[in-house]
């Protein structure tokens, strides 16, 4: 709930901040025009608009980074990820998706898993995902079918992701990005106990 009345806000504010600078806009258009009427000679009246330029684009370049600072603060990613309860390595390779407890720090080769694993309820898990081959996508979907979190699986790198189980069931992992003919064949469970 508290995540819908952030997003809430932040929609709502970047509706006003879009019709703020929308006015802005009209505004500048408006009185160039209303002061272009009057009697000047070109060179002046160039000097005024590229003034005027010069500034509206400090200010918009400056409304932006704000923005930025202030929006990036509430992106729905923790600032810093918590110590986790369980670690799982998981290694995708074509078509099939590997998973152990614990962290593997060996020759991705010799790595061997099941594509089912058993984590605890309500345990903060940090899964580190890596492939044999080539790009996979690991994304866990809960038992209606949505997808509740994901990363990229790449050879020769370890992505962590770490996300906490709230109810009891089987969870579904799927590879997202195409990797080859048996693509939708690549399927894991994870058993949340």
Sequence with gaps: MDQLI?????QTSAAIISFAAGALVVAVVIYLMATS??????????HKVYKLRGRYFFAIVLCA????FITLRLLPYPEFQNKADEVVTVVGMQW??????????KNIS?????NEIDVPVNKNIKFVVT?????HNFAIYNSQGHLITQTQAMPQYHNELQY?????????????????LAHAFMIGTIHVK
Excluded: R
């Excluded at 009427?37 to 160039?46: A, G, L, P, T, Y």
């Design 164 to 180: 906490t189980f709230s109810e009891l069931g089987d969870y579904h992992i799927l590879c997202l990005e195409y990797c080859g």
């Design 131 to 135: 492939s044999m081959d080539v790009n």
């Design 6 to 10: 952030t997003l809430l806000v932040i």
């Design 96 to 105: 099939a998706w590997q998973m152990a407890p614990g962290v593997f720090n």
């Design 65 to 68: 980074i704000i923005l930025l």
């Design 110 to 114: 010799k790595f061997s898993g099941n």
């Design 37 to 46: 009427s009057k009697e000047e000679d070109k060179v002046s009246v160039k």
